[in-house]
T-cell receptor, first 114, second 110 residues
């Protein structure tokens, strides 16, 4: 099946610093990737939709200047959490959409901001 | 907007069948998915069904879709301890966005 990777799997950073998370589709090309945030014991919340070669589409309430998304190629999207604060600590999951609209998810990145 | 609901918890004994239920509100939902999430991990696609189907079987997994009642279920036969996880249903319609259910935490007792 389709494989999606994320890097890093876990990151701890100081408040005020920026953190970049990579999402890669390993064996297929994905024109569309998605970024989700998951709080403990809750469902996934869609943050933004990343389209290759164009600007990301953000969901209501998600700060685009805070969460920078770049989709530079058909296999790579990045999420940068800028000036991270403790409330940004969360589990971030990306997914990549195949031609038949099915989304395959990465293993997630756990971010802890101290 | 679309609302997708699941019961929060399910506990079964090893070897029994598990049935996880999901209800949704958007009758135009076309693709319906089941994902499994183990602790600290991403989501693993288990199976999916198109809205023009009533049932789909894949080894130990059986998906039933009742479009009239907007009800989706996932049956796991011969449930094993390794099946303990959170199960999410997700639906999508004309757009590419997934709407996820709240997740059902399945606990399998040995």
């Amino acid at each position: 099946g389709a494989v999606v990777s994320q890097h890093p799997s876990r990151v701890i950073c100081k408040s005020g610093t920026s953190v970049k998370i990579e999402c890669r589709s390993l064996d297929f090309q994905a024109t569309t990737m998605f970024w989700y945030r998951q709080f403990p014991k809750q469902s996934l919340m869609l943050m933004a939709t990343s389209n290759e070669g164009s600007k990301a589409t953000y969901e209501q309430g998600v700060e685009k200047d805070k969460f920078l998304i770049n989709h530079a190629s058909l296999t790579l999207s990045t999420l940068t959490v800028t000036s991270a604060h403790p409330e940004d600590s969360s589990f971030y999951i990306c997914s990549a959409r195949t031609y038949n609209k099915t989304q395959y998810f990465g293993p997630g990145t756990r971010l802890l901001v101290l | 907007g679309e609302d997708v609901e699941q019961s929060l918890f399910l506990s079964v004994r090893e070897g029994d069948s598990s049935v996880i239920n999901c209800t949704y509100t958007d009758s135009s939902s076309t693709y319906l998915y089941w994902y499994k999430q183990e602790p600290g991990a991403g989501l693993q696609l288990l199976t999916y069904i198109f809205s023009n189907m009533d049932m789909k079987q894949d080894q130990r997994l059986t998906v039933l879709l009742n479009k009239k009642d907007k009800h989706l279920s996932l049956r796991i036969a011969d449930t094993q301890t390794g099946d303990s996880a959170i199960y999410f249903c997700a639906v999508t319609s004309g757009t590419y966005k997934y709407i996820f259910g709240t997740g059902t935490r399945l606990k399998v007792l040995a």
